[in-house]
């Protein structure tokens, strides 16, 4: 597990915020897809179902999560924090493509149907701003711990620089939503419901993807350890703004 409190961006304000996310999308990656390996059947079909998930979580256009967070800016007046959730919204679509041109190398469709993506979006409706990033964030630390298996599963040169780059950016978004919930406000109450929402994910991605996580090397202990870990730096984050 990464230590969040020693980054740099743990002193970010708003509009250092900005420049990183606009920093980041001159900078996309371009996957190198010449010296991909042929994948058993085995392989494929313990990879392909969570990377088709995982994909379609982060394709989400970000409708309802703009519809909040343009009423919290006319509240707050933080017109920096629009700009940077539009570059955000834009640096997670950039996760999608790299998945999808992954999926394209191997001729795999893209999903149409997610239950477990279904569940995060209803969910996300619940609570205004700050529900939508408590499970953005959940969502976001499960992904750390997923892409650093995933990149373990198979000898893929792409793969890897796909997995690789996603803790580039998904680390940072930790601390960047940690912040927003410390000045939306994160007290005792959204804490127990945060580790509640994260225990029930690590269990609802356990269950359909744990040939991947074990490949990786994770078991069902280290995997919760983990993600409960990322939690906890999250919720220091937000309780340190409050
Ligand atoms: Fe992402
Ligand atoms: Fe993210």
Redesign the pocket.
């Known amino acids: 597990m990464y230590c969040l409190y020693n980054r740099e961006e743990i002193g970010y304000t708003q509009e250092d915020w900005l420049r990183h996310f606009e920093a980041h999308d001159e900078n996309r990656l371009q996957p190198d897809f010449s010296k991909e390996p042929d994948l058993t059947e085995e392989q494929a079909l313990m990879i392909f179902p969570s990377i088709q998930a995982f994909q379609m979580g ?1 394709r989400s256009d970000g409708v309802h999560l703009m519809k909040e967070v343009r009423r919290y800016v006319d509240r707050s007046g933080d017109r920096t924090y629009l700009e940077c959730m539009k570059w ?1 919204i834009r ?2 679509n950039w ?1 999608s493509v790299y998945l999808k041109k992954y999926l394209d190398c191997y001729q795999v469709p893209d999903m149409e149907i997610s239950v477990l993506d279904q569940c995060f979006r209803e969910l996300r409706r619940f609570g205004g701003l700050k529900g939508e990033i408590m499970v ?1 964030a959940t ?2 630390i499960i ?1 750390l711990s997923y892409y650093r298996a995933l990149a373990a599963c198979v000898k893929s040169p792409a793969l890897k620089q796909i997995c690789r780059q ?1 803790l580039v ?2 680390l940072p ?2 601390i960047f ?1 940690g912040q927003t919930l410390g000045r939306l406000g994160f007290g005792r109450c959204e804490e127990l419901i945060a580790v509640g929402l994260m225990e029930s994910v690590i269990a609802a991605t356990w269950i359909p993807f744990r040939k991947v996580f074990l490949t990786g090397g994770y078991d069902l202990e280290s995997y919760a350890k983990e993600c409960l870990g990322y939690l906890k730096q999250m919720m220091n984050i937000a309780q340190a703004k409050s």
């Open positions: 982060e955000f640096e997670e996760h953005l969502a976001e992904a996603m950016d998904e978004h930790i939503q």
